[in-house]
């Protein structure tokens, strides 16, 4: 089996580092993904509910193929994949090395609970006398220094704040596996050295740094110190500079010359800086400021610690780099207008919100005041505060924060029974993306969500009441107040802490705002190559853009990976097939881990044994001690090799994590690791009330009789199982992309560049759709380098082959082999098989005959200008006033939604009228000004410049009447309250975009389109560019609208997801796969209608139900719907599923 | 709705019946026609598929009986293309079930007709074998007279069966062309119906006079209906009374013997096999012990309720209430009713009714996220 050699580092593990790993890994590529934190996740694991649902879902992106690979469960507790390392608590220290060829440092914070052996008891956290404010729920509640850094996470180790941890050891003796090690026995071993005349420092230096657990000797002096130094060998030398006889730089030399490996840090008061400075261009690794306390000093000693640790690891070997680091929040209380935020206790930002809302935050989720219990009734959200404000340097809009509000607006409403009356306070409504338009007219219409126009100025508070009044300016310019009981702010993003220290490291440059800045075009590359960015640490992304980019970031990665011949070389694997046990009776092993004496103390296990050995299939029961030790483990091996069992069932606590040990025990054993079954034990014996220490023969027997059911469930599951080989499906390693505009082209490339091949389809005569007539971007970048770099990568490629004039007439097949019948307009049609389909067949700007377009020259759409602009045929000297209309026909029934660009497109053409003739007056009239992201800056630029922006309702369409010469534009300006008339040289009309994929066409190919046109997604957040139907994506305009960038980086994501399927000449299927057993099957068809992801149908000829073993996700909803069982699950035959549920009453009778 | 009398000729319905069937038959697209008949031996109505107008002679449609339900027979005819086109004449319930046959994919009606007609009920298989024990030949005619006259339908001490009683759908409103009998002057005349585009083109070939339905009709469905909704009603709380505890569903169950007679009549049971007569439910020898072990005792066979209730819950919304299940059970287990009362709330609870047009979706086949917020939980909670 080929797998591909070649290793990624995802930085940060929040959903889009999530998804880069995920899709790297799924590739089969190895991922070393790390984050700082200690858990994954990022900032979805504080958010419950995400839009367009209002639920989670996250487990939708836990890969689909080959899935065995991988957990598959809820991805907010955790993630397993067999291909990527998941290190938390973990940093990136240094990056050396080229593209395909980096080295790597990475430093974890120690952890002092080994989370092999925390069995998530929370014994430690009631003796924990350290209470501080819970980062997880934004300090609205309460956590101890021993805590769970997230509820849900499993397995759910606790971790101790080191910060914070007073050492008392309360924690230590009363954990009961052993888990806890306060006093880390490594640090004995790096032992350091204090060199100061001052016995004050040199005593409290050493009681500080043994505190900590290091060895520590002291000198007072120069000589002395050498003359440790010749005795005994030390890891760090701490250095006062101002010493008499010897000083610290000359003894720093001294010491190198002899011990040019140690490490030393110097340690100076101000006024000596600069010779500490020189200091360390001698050797000093760094320098301490005098005077320092434990707090400050500690630290650092540790990092230096841990710095050095790490650096005795050799470095890791990787081919690129992802950094998902994310983005962190604007502090209000840090602002010009603090809104009451840190003084008024019921002004909280959206995030804390957020954990009002939750069912593990700080209320359980109960929708009342922090402060007094009052049931939230009214709540008002302030729109922009730390984003779109000059003032605070913030030119930018935060992108996601309108849709985060109407979101929390309508969960918070649901949450109470609609008794809850939701106000937006906002300048535009950004409701750009993808069905944005509707939720929140539905929120408006349906839900009763009030939205304000405005911007609220200040926030008072009523004491007495603790209520909040809102002061705000109307537009008639009435001052209004109105009283809240909570005001949410939905502050804007900042970059994430430690963005600027990690650009550096890294050489990579950020923008003037500090965040991520990738090339032009791109979403992903950086300058700097084999650094790219995913998710929104180059800007505040919605899920579905995160994962987007997160995809595509994933495909830049992996083509520098691959160029540098990391891929594709034969891994030569000699896994020897697991004998044949299929003819043998079961002879199973249970081996029961007693958790030291725990579990031990519990039960009778002679009758425990007795009870067991009843089934003729048991063969041995064995109890351990502690098999999540490796000599509890060793141990169990042992026991296996000795008894020799067909079969092994372990009881122990945490199953989930046995998951990879059970692979590894197969594999030592030579045992199907499908005969290996884990019971939890744990949990029963926790949540029995049994805690005494003197049990009655009663009591014991009541949990003997407890645990014979839970084994007996295991036996029952593991004397049906299958170890048969899981089926795969194979692949033709060809992909299919129809349309060659730039996102075709750009998916096309990027899977040919992995060494497959592409059949490129488009109608026109020319590859390059819209760009054939787009000049350049609002940025100033010309469309003409991309298309004609890609078109000469897309024409001399080997591996692609072009079908220009031709149309796709029909499609038939499933995931691994379509067939495609193509129609060429000269040669006829021909048939393309391939294995993936790839939609790209883009968009237009709409037709329009709104504004008497079409009635006069002077009338002209946002196309018609660009192209006349390019080709001259506008006098643009003659030019006076123009009037730009935007929306048109958009964002209303039956176009109700957002095309994107437009807005953006109309500030590149004013910015360029204004450019040439400043005395230009131009007129942008628009309902809600959609500059997203960064792209704020030039809408800010534009009003700088002097375009007037007039704002219109659609109640009252601006009116456009041609008469002589100039056209005649009649608008509300809702700030005067007055009708104004403007004589126009030339109307502007920004019509949007429609999709050019025929429904047909998508229908034939198993994709569905929104009521729109445009390409339905699986998943709109979570599979963003995946067909519900395995095997087919969309890309470009015919998924949604959007600009270049954003186009190109849909078509490298659409490129990376074909890429995982394409990467393998046979798909295995997953363990739990459905089957059909053809002699009891009706033909019902039922289980087809049922099948979530299409993987069953109907062989007219065979008379038979097939199941495409790869599309299976072992769901199980066609063996529910199967009235005799025609349609089985394996791993949930009505058999072994029946032996469970009795074992699971087994002495309850 | 295109609606005709046709005359009725010395006030003999079956021989207007015939001729209309064999105009039917006569006719250049119908290849066939199925239909119940007395057959020599014995003197029994079943189906038969005739394809030879003069083997029309015995037709009987309102024969008191019908030994098994015949969606089941036309579920065979139509499962696959024949290359042909057939008629088919059934009672209400029959057209119900085959409805509910088409959507689970086991009938097709691209080459059926459906001709329904007017139900006035029937006897149970036993029963009917009782009193027409003499094999009399004009019972039929004796039936029907006292049916459409209103009189009380008890014969030898015999009533109809529970399940005609309780029907509330004696009019067959899925079918194609429909023979209407209630609130029609049936001494002189019957009634046609075209119910359907495909009703419509057969009834334009047969050569028909387009007239009224008879005001009277609807009334005297009405009244028909009531009457049996009364004693459905009745037939469900005393069902309900005896059922509503697992101490008392097994003693409703005592006498079953695990034969699976009642799946094989049922007409919407199509499994090719039951899964209770599969593997899955042939248990090792040595899991009756340990069931036997645990409680001490354990009658013998085992999973008769299990059995029945997974019956009822794969197949209780399709039910057309038929009756053919306590016509085939070996010891009067009143199969029906039970099942009656069960359909009756879960085809409520999913607003569905089986066999009322083939559009509907099956219930289960559908998610809607805001149905059963009560179960599902994820409704809307406002």
């Known amino acids: 089996m080929k797998k591909k050699i070649g290793k990624a580092l995802v930085v940060g593990a929040g959903i889009s580092g999530i998804r880069a790993a995920l899709d790297l890994a799924e590739f089969g590529y190895g991922v070393t993904l790390i984050d700082q934190s200690p858990h994954i996740g990022g900032i979805l694991s504080q958010l419950d509910y995400q839009f367009p649902t209002d639920r989670c879902g996250m487990c939708k992106m836990l890969p689909m193929v080959d899935r065995d690979t991988s957990s598959q469960y809820c991805l907010r507790k955790g993630l397993f994949h067999e291909n990527i390392d998941i290190r938390l608590s973990t940093e990136l220290v240094s990056v050396e090395g080229e593209p395909g060829n980096f080295q790597v440092l990475l430093r974890q914070k120690p952890n002092l609970v080994d989370p092999s052996r925390c069995i998530g008891c929370g014994e430690c956290v009631k003796v924990c006398p350290v209470e501080v404010p819970d980062a997880f729920n934004t300090g609205l509640s309460g956590r101890k220094a021993i805590y769970l850094p997230v509820p849900h996470a499993i397995p759910n180790a606790y971790i101790i704040d080191t910060n914070v941890c007073s050492r008392c050891g309360e924690c230590e003796a009363v954990c009961s596996t052993g888990a806890i090690k306060l006093l880390e026995e490594v640090r004995k071993d790096f032992r350091i050295l204090v060199v100061d005349d001052e016995l004050i420092m040199r005593d409290s230096l050493k009681a500080w740094l043994e505190d900590e657990g290091f060895a520590v000797d002291i000198a007072a002096s120069g000589s002395e110190a050498l003359n440790h130094l010749s005795k005994q060998a030390y890891e760090l030398m701490l250095v006062d500079i101002k010493m008499p006889g010897m000083d610290g730089v000359e003894l720093l030399q001294k010491a190198k010359e002899v011990f040019p490996d140690l490490s030393v840090v110097m340690m100076t008061a101000y006024a000596t800086v600069e010779t500490a400075v020189e200091a360390m261009k001698i050797g000093a690794l760094d320098y301490l400021l005098k005077p320092f306390d434990p707090d400050t000093l500690i630290p650092m000693i540790i990092r230096t610690y841990q710095d050095l640790e790490a650096s005795k690891e050799p470095p890791m070997e990787v081919g690129a780099l992802v950094l998902c680091g994310g983005t962190s929040y604007f502090d209000p209380a840090g602002g010009k207008n603090t809104y009451g935020y840190g003084m008024y206790p019921n002004v909280v930002t959206s995030l804390e919100f957020e954990r009002i809302l939750s069912g593990t935050g700080p209320n359980q989720g109960r929708l009342v005041r922090l402060s007094d219990g009052k049931p939230l009734r009214k709540v008002a959200w302030l729109q922009c505060v730390g984003s779109r404000d000059i003032q605070i340097d913030a030119d930018y809009c935060s992108s996601i924060c309108c849709m985060h509000a109407i979101k929390e607006a309508l969960v918070a409403k649901e949450r109470a029974g609609g008794a809850l009356e939701a106000a937006i306070f906002y300048m535009d409504m950004r409701t750009f993306g993808k069905s944005f338009q509707r939720y929140r007219d539905r929120a408006e219409t349906e839900h009763g969500v009030r939205f304000e126009k405005g911007r609220v100025h200040s926030v008072l508070y009523d004491e007495n009441s603790g209520d909040l009044i809102v002061r705000h300016v109307d537009y008639s310019g009435t001052h209004i107040e109105e009283i809240f009981d909570m005001v949410v702010l939905s502050v804007g993003q900042r970059p994430a802490l430690g963005t600027t220290a990690l650009a550096e490291m890294v050489e990579m440059p950020l923008n003037q705002w500090g965040f991520g800045q990738t090339e032009p075009f791109s979403l992903t590359r950086t300058s700097k190559e084999g650094i790219v960015l995913g998710g929104s640490f180059s800007g505040l992304k919605d899920i579905s853009e995160s994962v987007i980019q997160a995809s595509a970031a994933a495909l830049s990665a992996s083509r520098i990976i691959h160029a540098a011949g990391g891929s594709l070389s034969l891994e030569i694997s000699s896994v020897e097939p697991f004998p044949d046990i299929s003819q043998e009776p079961p002879r199973i092993l249970i081996a029961v881990c007693t958790c030291g004496d725990l579990l031990a103390k519990l039960l009778d296990t002679q009758q425990l044994v007795r009870c067991l050995k009843v089934d003729p299939a048991v063969d041995q029961v064995d109890f351990l001690e502690q098999t999540c030790t490796v000599t509890g483990w060793e141990n169990l091996i042992e026991r296996v090799e000795k008894h020799k069992p067909n079969r092994i069932l372990i009881g122990s606590c945490l199953p989930y994590v046995y998951a990879q040990k059970i692979k590894e025990l197969g594999r030592r054993v030579g045992l199907n690791p499908a005969l290996i079954e884990v019971v939890d034990l744990m949990l029963m014996a926790q949540s029995s009330n049994l805690k005494s220490e003197t049990l009655s023969a009663d009591e014991i027997s009541k949990i003997n009789s407890e645990l014979l059911s839970i084994l007996g469930t295991g036996l029952a599951r593991l004397k049906w199982a299958d170890p048969d080989p899981v089926p795969s499906q194979k692949i033709l390693q060809k992909a299919l992309v129809v349309g060659g505009g730039i996102a075709g082209m750009s998916s096309a490339l990027a899977i040919a560049d992995h060494g497959f091949q592409v059949d490129l389809i488009e109608q026109e005569e020319m590859l390059g759709g819209n760009l054939n007539w787009l000049q350049r971007t609002l940025e100033g970048n010309t469309t003409k380098t991309i298309l004609d770099e890609t078109l000469l990568k897309v024409e001399k490629h080997p591996l692609i082959r072009i079908h220009t004039n031709c149309r796709v007439r029909a499609s038939h097949g499933q995931v691994g082999r379509f067939y495609t019948t193509v129609e060429d307009e000269e040669k006829g049609a021909f048939t393309l098989e391939h294995g993936v389909t790839i939609l790209a067949a883009g968009g237009v700007e709409a037709d329009t005959t709104s504004y008497n377009y079409g009635t006069s020259e002077a009338i002209v759409t946002q196309k018609d200008l660009e192209r006349k602009i390019h080709n001259n045929t506008l006098d643009q000297s003659r030019l006076e006033s123009i009037v730009m209309i935007q929306c048109v026909d958009s964002r209303q029934e039956p176009r109700n939604y957002c095309s994107r660009i437009c807005c953006t497109t109309a500030l590149k053409h004013a910015l360029h009228f204004k450019e040439k003739n400043p005395e230009i007056d131009i007129y942008i009239l628009y309902r809600d000004m959609m500059t997203y992201g960064f792209t704020e800056s030039y809408y800010t630029q534009a009003r700088k410049a002097g375009v007037i922006f007039i704002q219109y309702d659609l109640a009252e369409k601006p009116q456009v009447t041609p008469t002589d010469g100039f056209v005649r534009v009649t608008a509300v300006e809702p700030i005067i309250g007055k009708s104004v008339q403007i004589y126009a040289d030339l109307v502007v009309l920004a019509t949007g975009i429609v999709p050019r994929l025929p429904k047909d066409l998508a229908e034939s190919f198993g994709a569905t389109l929104d009521r729109d046109g445009f390409f339905e997604e699986a998943e709109s957040k979570w599979r963003p560019v995946d067909s519900l139907k395995e095997g087919i994506f969309a890309c470009g305009l015919a998924h949604s609208p959007r600009n270049i960038t954003e186009s190109i980086a849909t078509a490298e994501a659409a490129a990376q997801r074909a890429l995982r399927i394409l990467s393998h000449e046979r798909m295995p299927a997953g363990k739990v796969l459905a089957e059909v057993r053809h002699s009891l099957c009706s033909l019902c068809e039922r289980c087809i209608e049922a099948c979530p992801y299409g993987a069953r149908m109907v062989d007219p000829e065979l008379e038979k139900v097939l199941v495409n073993a790869a599309m299976c996700q072992g769901c199980g909803s066609c063996a529910t719907v199967c009235p005799n069982s025609a349609s089985t699950l394996a791993g949930f035959l009505d058999q072994q599923m029946f032996d469970v549920i009795d074992s699971a009453f087994e002495g309850t009778a | ?382």
């Open chain 2, 1 to 382: 709705m295109k609606t005709a009398k046709i005359n009725v000729k010395d006030g003999d319905l079956l021989t207007t019946l015939r001729d209309f069937y064999r105009s039917i038959l006569q006719l250049e697209d119908i290849s066939a026609i199925l239909v119940p008949q007395h057959l020599p031996a014995k003197n029994v109505v079943m189906p038969t598929l005739v394809t030879d107008p003069k083997q029309l002679n015995g037709a009987d449609p309102l024969a008191p009986v019908f030994p098994l339900n015949g969606a089941k027979i036309v579920s065979r005819l139509t499962r696959k293309p024949m290359g042909a086109k057939i008629a088919v004449v059934l009672r209400p319930c029959e057209i119900r079930a085959f409805v509910e046959l088409v959507k689970l994919k086991q009938g097709r009606t691209e080459e059926v007709v459906l001709v329904g007609i007017d139900c006035l009920g029937a006897f149970k298989n036993g029963d009917y074998i009782q009193i027409n024990g003499k094999k009399e030949a004009a019972f039929t005619s004796r039936f029907y007279k006292d049916a459409l006259s209103g009189k009380k339908l008890t014969f030898e001490g015999f009533d109809l069966a529970p399940a005609c009683r309780a029907c509330e759908n004696p009019v067959p409103n899925g079918a194609d062309i429909l023979i209407g009998l209630f609130g029609v002057d049936t001494d002189n005349q019957l009634l046609i119906q075209a119910r359907t585009p495909k009703g419509e083109t057969l009834y334009d070939k047969l050569d028909l006079y387009d007239t009224e339905e008879p005001t009277e009709r609807s009334a005297a469905v009405k009244s028909l209906v009531t009457e049996r909704s009364a004693y459905r009603d009745k037939m469900f709380a005393e069902t309900t009374e005896a059922t509503n505890s697992l101490e008392k569903l097994n003693t409703y169950f005592a006498e079953c013997v695990n034969c699976y007679n009642c799946r094989v009549a049922c007409p919407v049971c199509y499994c090719k096999e039951c899964v209770f007569v599969t593997d899955v439910f042939n248990h090792d020898p040595v899991q009756y012990l340990r069931w036997a072990n645990r409680k001490g005792v354990i009658k013998m066979p085992t999973d008769t309720v299990f059995y029945h209730m997974t019956r009822i819950a794969h197949m209780s919304t399709s039910c057309v209430g038929c009756g053919q299940c306590t016509n085939a059970c070996p010891n009067d287990i009143p199969v029906m009713e039970l099942f009656r009362t069960v359909s009756y709330h879960t085809q409520k609870a999913f607003e569905y009714e089986a066999g009322r047009s083939i559009e509907d979706d099956l219930p289960l086949s559908v998610f809607r996220e805001d149905e059963l917020a009560e179960v599902v939980g994820i409704g809307k909670a406002a």
